[in-house]
């Protein structure tokens, strides 16, 4: 019997340390975790990842179910107590395209939760959506020219340097002022 109490102790020791040494989860995770259980339908679980805030829309508007969802994320950006997910989700269905938004995350106590009423003005304004992603898409197609043209500028720059100098140095040499007659030694008397 004190075999089996000693037992029992050690083994709830080793579980609480490996319970202090879990990290939270990152907004990546917590973004998967959320959609994931939102589309399935489990809206306890998907609650238990929002702000508080967000609670009463979700439970008034929350996302449609999709068979069998398939949710990835992309660029990741975070900002102090901010997280911005590109998230993308799709359905197994081979006719339904691909939704791409940004899901907005806070940290709460040192956890970060979803903020669903900012996601959702994002996810269902995908006109706005659409007209950023385009500008950056002609932001990055701009710079892609620019870093191609670079080299032909850079040389051409530097050919016409070349040519201004040796034109310059001709210049100066055709107008080279003559020097001053001589004048006669003056004699001294």
């Not at 709830?12 to 975790?33: F, H, N, R, Y």
């Not at 080299?151 to 034109?167: H, K, Y």
Request: hydrophobic share 35%.
């Amino acid at each position: 019997m004190a075999k089996t109490d000693l037992n029992l102790l050690f083994g709830s020791i080793l579980l609480i340390l490996l319970a202090g040494c879990v990290a939270p989860a990152s907004p990546e995770q917590i973004t998967l975790d959320f959609w994931r259980s939102a589309l399935s339908g489990e809206t306890d679980s998907a609650r238990f990842r929002l702000t508080e805030a967000s609670h009463d829309i979700f439970q008034q508007n929350p996302p449609p179910r999709i068979p069998e969802p398939s949710v990835t994320t992309g660029k990741i950006v975070i900002d102090q107590d901010q997280a911005e997910v590109e998230t993308l989700i799709s359905s197994s269905k081979k006719n339904d395209k691909t939704r791409q938004f940004t899901t907005y995350l806070i940290r709460v106590q040192g956890e970060w939760r979803v903020d669903y009423s900012l996601t959702r003005k994002n996810m269902f304004n995908p006109l706005l959506g659409d007209l950023f992603k385009s500008l950056e898409n002609l932001g990055h197609s701009l710079e892609q020219k620019f870093q191609q043209t670079m080299p032909e500028i850079e040389r051409q720059f530097n050919e016409f340097g070349q040519q201004l100098g040796e034109e310059l140095k001709r210049f100066s040499e055709e107008h080279k002022p003559e020097p001053p007659p001589k004048r006669p030694d003056p004699k001294v008397i």
